[in-house]
């Protein structure tokens, strides 16, 4: 029973819907792996996410501590590996909403970090859940800058053990998933003194509550931080350590140990701790920055196709609100960004498995690369992203509001994003360190890193588009991305240069320049992702019409950038005030072609509604019904309010004789 | 005990905090007034938001029922009055949450738009809360555009009453403050049906729940809508009417009229009705958009001086954070913003005076204007500030992303701003017809309103200053923000009339030029900010160093806007590149000066620490503290969890014998 006007909207797709999510799983296996695991999770009630919207925070932490715990029962069932392909499947079918994440992360930093005696004493618990383990870094007054951590250990060579204390209220430990009420273990991060001497910070592994009664531990003071913007299903928690002892080998010592005499020794590299943190960013783009914004545009579109609000022309009926240029101009562009960031997901993925296997032959080259580029996409992306589903959100007007959309709680979660594993600014400085140090070596003749070669190539005059039509070719507008890039770089390194030039020190020069530096990396990380759009694009085949749909969004996502950040690209006079306008008139004439194929586009997505848990947005557009069936369910209309007895009825009692 | 770090801020203000303060407020007066009023509220337990952020949808509701009963019995012991001044100072008081608001609506649509009988019998009930009334417009498929609305009421002759239908789901009314739960009466808006024919949009008075027992009337489906992104304390509603009858003196009929046989007549003017409109959006400006800003940059301002992290020298502390000039970046033009809107505000307030005692003589001239202006403004400043505030909750790192921080619930309502009262996109069409229809005028030597006499002006060729201190002078910046404006409206004005000469129909060119209608729009809303804020700073005395830091801040928001939208001053060459990078250096030299001002310009908004409810912004700056103490209150704190019995316990109870 599809709602005629989607119904329509699906007759005419100029690609095959099938093959496009066929891609964009990566094959045909794949997709029939993820089709499977999907039906399994969606068939077991134990996994629903019905009554959500509904629930407290106390009853969403229930929901996901149950649905952790059956899951892996469910995952020794079906043979699903915790490393294997499948996890990616689970986690998307379960939207994220399950506990015991941290967990992962604690077995994580121990199979790293630890010692193949500490492997072998804590893994094998850990994945029969024998003990919930978290991971307590981040302190109340500490993130980003680890080196500010406070929290102590302190070896005493006496007892052979260290002793961790919380010296004052900004070193409690601070947002720990798994930590609130869950965990039994967790590995704390703490400065570490033997004899007097700081070596800095190190992680231990602590228990925090009785296995016995889960009550918590001697010396330790912990809880849950309370309600968060959205997250409700997590027990980010706080952690106060008052002299709590743990034995010597409870330093996770896979690079560094201290000897019974409190002899400290470090070995091995540090920089693999930068592969963790570059492995953690790159996946977290494609499971919690692009799929969210995925589903935002299925949710928005479908919608935008099945509400009809005033007329476009008088005597006609009112049109689909997906009819007017100002609609199209707000979803379509995020349309195709959620392709574009899905290729470059896939960009990074490749990226970083060849990073991988170099340094598996010891050859840490590609590793300052690697972390500046997934430091610099984490931000823009999560960034944009972020950005894009605020947009889908409003432009679904009041009933996008609602929570029963299933907007809002895309919008809460994903702007976490912004902020966890690393700061967006803090990254975005990261890139800009790396491309002004590459901005110099090309200068001066040395070999750079392959994504920014463009660096030492000599800048083009003008931008050589003489019709709006010119403007749809890739080479031209990848080539205005590219320049821009270019000059945004260079003129910073010429500010910081002269700055220093005139007496300015290092880091103050650095810090007067942070603003332009934050532009040039975002510049660099949009250009590549143009770049890397375009080269999909033409490696496509050219069947099925994927490719010539594929290309009018790389397109559209092209020339959406220069049309909004048109001032980079006006600035030196590359592009001009009367190319502008082409661009401009490329980028609306591009907007009505897209929203022929729109409906089509979301449903390659290939979510299914449970999965969406929308009432605006499922797969048959019944959207009126669904959101008064869903409202009645609400528990405002399962409770006469006691506010009625209490406060109404002593002022109502006697209107009747005055009506 | 004020934290040193934000203590040490206060010592240097450069002007008096108090004088800034009554100048906001308008006058020492109104400064007492407010403070009285606020420590009459604050002292009074009933009013308490304490535990709001542990709150369920229904704690809140009752919690607003039991403040708007109790406010009622306060306003007639404290002398204050419904429609005085005070209501204003309530609002801001009790932030927005307390119970019928809508109720007012019910009132004040029956004072316009009722009879004088009807205002005689339906008043007294209502202000002595022996009704409780709603507003039931917006429908399920229908918002902005009124006439779509589906809701019928067919007059029948033989028993001189009017029948009210639900035809379809879509016509459902659906959002309606205070009908969910609380109301016993609404005002439905129907499409009026007399033998036949329909006579449009009509407003009827209806009963939907019992004044007995509070059950819902026969022929009445109502309910509340469920959660939304906030306003858990308001229950909007869900309306059905089933052959549900009201008698003819229930249809609102100061301005038509039903006869006993079925004639209708109609008199006096529409034009009122925009008046109505103009005055809501006007005030939510002040209400519901300024004052939330300023509570979010009073927050992270705050905190960005307590929050240390990193260092900007190698050697020294770790740094403020409002120190980076990348935060200073992301704050500062918030700020600026919140005192630029606070003038419009003012500024549209005197504009509705004038018009309205104009009206009042029978003369409706200043109406487009007016509505033109409200129109667009609430858009434009709607869209600023929600941007502005989630910049705000962004620049604090996680402790933004906790409920306790009280940026979420700034951002998540203000955020509905965007929607309610004329959707934001809709609003900036409508002052983009103005703006074309006087334009056109102007070309044609019409006069035009004094708010566009500029559009009869010649274009200036460029922009004239020559260094960076010349974009400090107000009147450089003033033009190039008219210049802006002027060639936006006239270029979009050209290419509306190029299709419709190449034989494009006018509705479909107007679609086809609404992307750049909005931009051309929001040019003008720019361009009469940055010049109302420029005029209100010239007319400020020079005592106690108000005009100083307020020059300052007007010259960083008009810089900001510049910065921010290069292309658009850009584009023509009017701004070249060599001057926009004189516009950046101007810009980025202003934040180091502002800066050192940024805490006593968000204590000059002199907001309580109960009313920010905020543990990152309260004035003594212990942040951390309160974060701790107010986490530790949580629900999720308070209650074993049933999951460590149910799914916890089962797992963990062997363990001890392996470790």
Redesign the interface.
């Given at each position: 029973n599809v709602n005629p006007d989607l119904a329509s909207e699906r007759q005419t797709a100029s690609f095959s819907v099938e093959k496009l999510t066929v891609w964009l799983d990566g094959g045909v296996e794949c997709t029939q792996m993820r089709r499977a695991m999907v039906e399994a999770i969606e068939g077991d009630p134990v996994f629903s996410r019905e009554n959500q919207?509904?629930q407290?925070?106390?009853e969403r932490?229930?929901a996901a501590?149950?649905k952790a715990?059956h899951l892996q029962k469910k995952m020794h069932e079906m043979g699903w590996t915790e490393n294997g392909p499948e996890f990616k499947h689970i986690y998307r079918a379960v939207s994220g909403d399950i506990a015991f994440l941290l967990h992962r992360v604690f077995m994580k930093s121990i199979s790293v970090l630890g010692s193949d005696k500490q492997i072998a004493k804590w893994i094998p618990?850990a994945t029969?859940?024998?003990?919930?383990g978290s991971y307590a870094q981040?302190e109340?007054?500490?993130?980003?800058?680890l080196q500010?951590l406070e929290t102590t250990a302190v070896f005493d060579t006496t007892t052979q053990e260290f002793i961790l204390n919380t010296p004052k209220?900004?070193a409690?430990k601070?947002?720990p998933g798994d930590m609130?009420?869950?965990a039994?273990h967790t590995v704390v991060f703490a400065q570490l003194y033997i004899h007097g001497k700081c070596y800095g910070v190190h992680p231990f592994i602590v228990q925090i509550r009785s296995?016995?009664d889960?009550s918590l531990c001697p010396g330790i003071i912990a809880?849950?931080?309370?309600?968060?913007?959205n997250f409700e299903h997590a027990?980010n928690g706080?952690l106060m350590l008052q002299n709590v002892r743990v034995p010597r080998e409870n330093m996770l010592n896979n690079f560094c140990e201290v000897q019974p005499d409190g002899t400290y020794t470090r070995r091995g590299s540090q920089q693999i701790n930068y592969l963790t943190m570059t492995t953690v960013r790159i996946s977290l783009i494609a499971d919690e920055v692009v799929i969210p914004l995925m589903k935002a545009c299925t949710i928005a579109i479908r919608y935008s196709v099945v509400?009809?609000?005033?007329?476009?022309?008088?005597g006609e009926e009112?049109a689909k609100i997906l009819d007017?240029?100002?609609?199209q101009?707000?979803l379509l562009p995020q349309l195709a960004a959620a392709y574009a960031f899905h290729c470059t997901s896939d960009y990074l993925q490749q990226l970083y498995d060849k990073g991988y296997s170099e340094i598996q032959k010891n050859n840490f080259d590609m590793l300052p690369e690697l972390h500046a580029l997934s430091s610099g996409f984490k931000a823009i992306i999560t960034q944009y992203c972020t950005s894009a589903v605020?947009i889908c959100?409003?432009a679904c007007?009041?009933h996008?509001?609602?929570?029963?959309s299933g907007l809002?709680s895309l919008y809460?979660k994903i702007?976490?994003s912004?902020?966890?594993e690393g700061?967006n600014?803090?990254l975005l400085?990261q890139t800009a360190r790396f491309l002004i140090k590459c901005f110099m070596a090309a200068r001066a003749g040395q070999p750079v890193p392959p994504s920014v070669t463009y660096l030492a190539a000599k800048k083009l005059g003008k931008c050589p588009a003489r019709n709006k039509l010119d403007f749809l070719s890739p080479d031209i507008y990848t080539e205005a991305y590219q320049h821009t890039a270019m000059r945004l770089i260079s003129s910073t390194a010429a500010k910081l240069q002269d700055l220093m030039q005139s007496g300015v020190?290092k880091?103050?020069a650095w810090?007067?320049?942070?603003?332009?530096l934050?532009q040039a990396a975002k510049a660099h990380c949009h250009y590549i992702t143009v770049k890397n759009f375009t080269e999909t694009v033409e490696k496509l085949e050219p069947r099925a019409g994927i490719q010539k749909i594929m290309k009018h969004l790389c397109d559209l996502f092209a020339l959406h950038g220069i049309f909004s950040?048109?001032?980079?690209?006006?600035?030196?006079?590359y592009i001009s005030?009367a190319q502008?306008d082409m661009v401009?008139a490329s980028y609306?004439d591009l907007l009505p072609v897209i929203r022929k194929d729109a409906v089509p586009l979301v449903d390659a997505f290939d979510f299914t509604d449970k999965s969406l848990n929308s009432a605006l947005g499922s797969y048959d557009g019944q959207v009126?019904?669904r959101?008064?069936e869903?409202?009645?369910?609400?528990?405002?209309?399962k409770?006469i309010?006691?506010?009625?007895e209490?406060?109404?009825?002593p002022?109502?009692h006697?209107?009747?004789s005055?009506?």
């Open positions: 919207y509904f407290s925070q106390n932490y229930e501590v149950r715990v618990l029969q859940y024998q003990l919930i981040t109340l007054g500490h993130g980003t800058y500010g209220i900004s409690m601070w947002w609130g009420r869950s039994t296995l016995q889960h809880g849950d931080i309370g309600p968060k913007m027990d706080f509400r009809r609000q005033s007329k476009l022309k008088p009112e007017y240029q100002t609609q101009e707000k605020e959100l409003r007007g009041g996008g509001y609602s929570l029963l809002p809460t702007l976490a912004c902020i966890y700061e600014t803090i400085l020190k880091h103050d810090n007067q320049c942070t603003v332009q934050v950040n048109a001032g980079a690209f006006l600035h030196d006079g005030g502008m401009t609306l009126y019904q959101l008064y869903w409202a009645q369910k609400s528990p405002t209309n409770q309010s006691p506010a009625y209490k406060y109404l009825k002022l109502l006697n209107t009747l005055k009506l």
